[in-house]
T-cell receptor, first 111, second 112 residues
Framework: DAEITQSPRHKITETGRQVTLACHQT?????MFWYRQDLGHGLRLIHY???????NKGEVSDGYSVSRSNTEDLPLTLESAASSQTSVYFC??????????FGQGTRLTVV | KQEVTQIPAALSVPEGENLVLNCSFT??????LQWFRQDPGKGLTSLLL?????REQTSGRLNASLDKSSGRSTLYIAASQPGDSATYLC???????????FGKGTRLSVIA
Protein backbone atom coordinates (compact mmCIF):
# COMPACT_ATOMS: atom_id res chain seq x y z
CA ASP A 1 0.00 0.00 0.00
CA ALA A 2 1.10 3.55 -0.71
CA GLU A 3 2.14 5.54 2.31
CA ILE A 4 3.92 8.61 3.60
CA THR A 5 6.58 8.15 6.26
CA GLN A 6 8.48 10.58 8.42
CA SER A 7 11.73 10.06 10.26
CA PRO A 8 12.79 10.29 12.93
CA ARG A 9 9.59 10.11 15.01
CA HIS A 10 11.27 11.87 17.91
CA LYS A 11 14.34 14.10 17.97
CA ILE A 12 16.09 16.11 20.66
CA THR A 13 18.70 18.58 19.50
CA GLU A 14 20.64 21.50 20.86
CA THR A 15 20.16 25.15 20.03
CA GLY A 16 22.18 26.18 17.00
CA ARG A 17 22.51 22.74 15.43
CA GLN A 18 21.35 21.96 11.93
CA VAL A 19 18.56 19.38 11.84
CA THR A 20 16.95 17.59 8.91
CA LEU A 21 13.59 15.87 9.08
CA ALA A 22 12.83 13.33 6.40
CA CYS A 23 9.58 12.80 4.52
CA HIS A 24 9.10 10.02 1.97
CA GLN A 25 5.92 9.19 0.06
CA THR A 26 5.10 6.32 -2.26
CA UNK A 27 1.83 7.78 -3.58
CA UNK A 28 3.66 9.32 -6.57
CA UNK A 29 2.08 12.64 -5.61
CA UNK A 30 3.41 15.84 -7.13
CA UNK A 31 2.44 18.01 -4.16
CA MET A 32 4.18 17.80 -0.80
CA PHE A 33 3.80 19.99 2.26
CA TRP A 34 5.37 20.60 5.65
CA TYR A 35 3.28 21.85 8.58
CA ARG A 36 4.04 22.43 12.22
CA GLN A 37 1.44 21.94 14.93
CA ASP A 38 1.49 23.87 18.19
CA LEU A 39 -1.08 24.27 20.95
CA GLY A 40 -3.17 27.34 20.32
CA HIS A 41 -1.97 27.75 16.74
CA GLY A 42 -3.19 24.64 15.01
CA LEU A 43 -1.45 23.53 11.84
CA ARG A 44 0.70 26.14 10.14
CA LEU A 45 2.30 25.76 6.73
CA ILE A 46 6.10 25.93 6.58
CA HIS A 47 7.05 25.05 2.99
CA TYR A 48 5.51 23.23 0.08
CA UNK A 49 6.41 21.85 -3.33
CA UNK A 50 4.39 21.19 -6.48
CA UNK A 51 7.02 19.05 -8.14
CA UNK A 52 10.71 18.31 -8.59
CA UNK A 53 12.88 21.43 -8.23
CA UNK A 54 9.86 23.48 -7.09
CA UNK A 55 9.69 24.90 -3.55
CA ASN A 56 7.54 27.61 -2.01
CA LYS A 57 7.42 29.39 1.34
CA GLY A 58 4.49 29.08 3.69
CA GLU A 59 3.37 31.37 6.47
CA VAL A 60 6.10 30.33 8.97
CA SER A 61 9.11 29.62 6.74
CA ASP A 62 11.78 31.65 8.56
CA GLY A 63 14.58 29.39 9.78
CA TYR A 64 13.49 26.45 7.59
CA SER A 65 14.42 25.26 4.12
CA VAL A 66 13.41 22.42 1.80
CA SER A 67 14.66 20.93 -1.43
CA ARG A 68 12.92 18.62 -3.90
CA SER A 69 15.28 16.51 -5.95
CA ASN A 70 12.82 13.69 -6.69
CA THR A 71 9.09 13.01 -6.49
CA GLU A 72 9.21 10.88 -3.35
CA ASP A 73 11.13 13.05 -0.86
CA LEU A 74 10.86 16.50 0.68
CA PRO A 75 13.35 16.88 3.55
CA LEU A 76 12.90 19.81 5.93
CA THR A 77 16.05 21.45 7.27
CA LEU A 78 16.30 23.70 10.29
CA GLU A 79 19.43 25.71 9.56
CA SER A 80 20.16 26.66 13.18
CA ALA A 81 17.67 25.17 15.59
CA ALA A 82 15.99 27.52 18.07
CA SER A 83 13.80 26.76 21.09
CA SER A 84 10.87 28.37 19.25
CA GLN A 85 11.10 25.53 16.74
CA THR A 86 10.19 22.93 19.35
CA SER A 87 7.04 21.50 17.83
CA VAL A 88 5.42 18.55 16.11
CA TYR A 89 6.12 18.52 12.38
CA PHE A 90 3.84 16.90 9.82
CA CYS A 91 4.50 16.12 6.20
CA UNK A 92 1.65 15.66 3.72
CA UNK A 93 1.22 14.84 0.06
CA UNK A 94 -1.52 15.08 -2.54
CA UNK A 95 -2.22 15.09 -6.25
CA UNK A 96 -3.77 18.18 -7.80
CA UNK A 97 -6.75 19.14 -5.62
CA UNK A 98 -7.36 15.62 -4.40
CA UNK A 99 -7.28 14.00 -0.98
CA UNK A 100 -4.23 14.85 1.12
CA UNK A 101 -2.45 12.23 3.20
CA PHE A 102 -0.34 12.91 6.25
CA GLY A 103 2.63 11.26 7.88
CA GLN A 104 2.68 10.29 11.55
CA GLY A 105 4.67 13.33 12.58
CA THR A 106 8.06 14.13 14.07
CA ARG A 107 8.21 15.51 17.59
CA LEU A 108 11.21 17.85 17.75
CA THR A 109 12.56 19.27 20.99
CA VAL A 110 15.25 21.95 20.89
CA VAL A 111 17.11 22.34 24.20
CA LYS B 1 -7.04 35.50 3.10
CA GLN B 2 -9.02 32.33 3.70
CA GLU B 3 -9.79 31.64 7.36
CA VAL B 4 -11.32 28.46 8.71
CA THR B 5 -13.12 28.34 12.05
CA GLN B 6 -14.34 25.35 14.00
CA ILE B 7 -16.80 25.76 16.83
CA PRO B 8 -16.93 24.47 19.50
CA ALA B 9 -13.28 23.92 20.37
CA ALA B 10 -14.27 21.00 22.59
CA LEU B 11 -17.36 18.85 22.94
CA SER B 12 -18.31 16.08 25.34
CA VAL B 13 -21.28 13.80 24.64
CA PRO B 14 -22.65 10.53 26.04
CA GLU B 15 -22.23 7.36 24.02
CA GLY B 16 -24.94 6.75 21.44
CA GLU B 17 -25.70 10.39 20.78
CA ASN B 18 -25.80 11.77 17.24
CA LEU B 19 -23.68 14.88 16.93
CA VAL B 20 -22.67 17.61 14.51
CA LEU B 21 -19.31 19.32 14.19
CA ASN B 22 -19.17 22.67 12.46
CA CYS B 23 -16.68 24.25 10.11
CA SER B 24 -16.95 27.69 8.54
CA PHE B 25 -14.73 29.43 5.99
CA THR B 26 -14.55 33.03 4.90
CA UNK B 27 -14.01 32.70 1.13
CA UNK B 28 -16.58 30.59 -0.71
CA UNK B 29 -14.28 30.12 -3.74
CA UNK B 30 -12.99 26.79 -2.49
CA UNK B 31 -12.06 23.78 -4.61
CA UNK B 32 -12.72 21.13 -1.98
CA LEU B 33 -13.04 20.56 1.75
CA GLN B 34 -11.54 17.70 3.71
CA TRP B 35 -12.31 16.39 7.19
CA PHE B 36 -9.57 14.74 9.24
CA ARG B 37 -9.36 12.90 12.52
CA GLN B 38 -6.35 13.16 14.82
CA ASP B 39 -5.78 10.91 17.82
CA PRO B 40 -3.45 12.14 20.58
CA GLY B 41 0.19 11.89 19.53
CA LYS B 42 -0.74 10.67 16.06
CA GLY B 43 -0.93 12.03 12.56
CA LEU B 44 -4.00 13.15 10.67
CA THR B 45 -6.27 10.54 9.13
CA SER B 46 -8.42 11.61 6.21
CA LEU B 47 -12.12 10.94 6.80
CA LEU B 48 -13.97 12.55 3.92
CA LEU B 49 -13.23 14.76 0.94
CA UNK B 50 -15.99 16.89 -0.59
CA UNK B 51 -15.40 18.51 -3.95
CA UNK B 52 -16.88 21.97 -4.46
CA UNK B 53 -19.46 20.57 -6.89
CA UNK B 54 -20.76 18.12 -4.28
CA ARG B 55 -23.22 18.71 -1.45
CA GLU B 56 -22.27 15.80 0.78
CA GLN B 57 -20.18 12.68 1.25
CA THR B 58 -20.85 9.66 3.42
CA SER B 59 -18.61 7.02 4.94
CA GLY B 60 -20.15 4.61 7.41
CA ARG B 61 -21.53 6.58 10.37
CA LEU B 62 -20.02 9.81 9.06
CA ASN B 63 -21.74 12.29 6.78
CA ALA B 64 -20.17 15.56 5.70
CA SER B 65 -22.13 18.32 4.00
CA LEU B 66 -20.95 21.40 2.18
CA ASP B 67 -22.75 24.70 1.59
CA LYS B 68 -20.34 26.90 -0.33
CA SER B 69 -22.67 29.88 -0.54
CA SER B 70 -22.89 30.16 3.24
CA GLY B 71 -19.29 29.12 3.84
CA ARG B 72 -20.19 26.14 6.00
CA SER B 73 -19.55 22.45 6.32
CA THR B 74 -20.83 20.04 8.93
CA LEU B 75 -19.62 16.61 9.96
CA TYR B 76 -22.43 14.44 11.28
CA ILE B 77 -21.50 11.44 13.43
CA ALA B 78 -24.29 8.97 14.06
CA ALA B 79 -24.54 6.81 17.16
CA SER B 80 -21.29 8.04 18.66
CA GLN B 81 -18.91 5.60 20.36
CA PRO B 82 -16.02 6.09 22.80
CA GLY B 83 -13.67 5.16 19.95
CA ASP B 84 -14.81 8.31 18.14
CA SER B 85 -13.03 10.41 20.77
CA ALA B 86 -10.40 12.44 18.93
CA THR B 87 -9.78 15.88 17.49
CA TYR B 88 -11.58 16.55 14.22
CA LEU B 89 -10.12 19.08 11.80
CA CYS B 90 -11.53 20.53 8.64
CA UNK B 91 -9.40 22.00 5.88
CA UNK B 92 -10.28 23.82 2.67
CA UNK B 93 -8.49 23.54 -0.62
CA UNK B 94 -8.40 26.59 -2.84
CA UNK B 95 -8.23 26.85 -6.64
CA UNK B 96 -4.93 26.68 -8.50
CA UNK B 97 -3.50 23.96 -6.27
CA UNK B 98 -2.78 25.85 -3.09
CA UNK B 99 -2.07 24.13 0.24
CA UNK B 100 -4.91 23.23 2.55
CA UNK B 101 -5.98 25.85 5.09
CA PHE B 102 -6.90 24.27 8.42
CA GLY B 103 -9.22 25.09 11.25
CA LYS B 104 -7.96 24.56 14.78
CA GLY B 105 -10.17 21.55 15.33
CA THR B 106 -12.89 20.32 17.66
CA ARG B 107 -11.80 17.97 20.45
CA LEU B 108 -14.53 15.37 20.88
CA SER B 109 -14.96 13.18 23.94
CA VAL B 110 -17.58 10.42 23.85
CA ILE B 111 -18.32 9.19 27.35
CA ALA B 112 -19.29 5.54 27.90
Amino acid sequence: DAEITQSPRHKITETGRQVTLACHQTWNHNNMFWYRQDLGHGLRLIHYSYGVQDTNKGEVSDGYSVSRSNTEDLPLTLESAASSQTSVYFCASSSANTEAFFGQGTRLTVV
Amino acid sequence: KQEVTQIPAALSVPEGENLVLNCSFTDSAIYNLQWFRQDPGKGLTSLLLIQSSQREQTSGRLNASLDKSSGRSTLYIAASQPGDSATYLCAVGLPLITPLVFGKGTRLSVIA
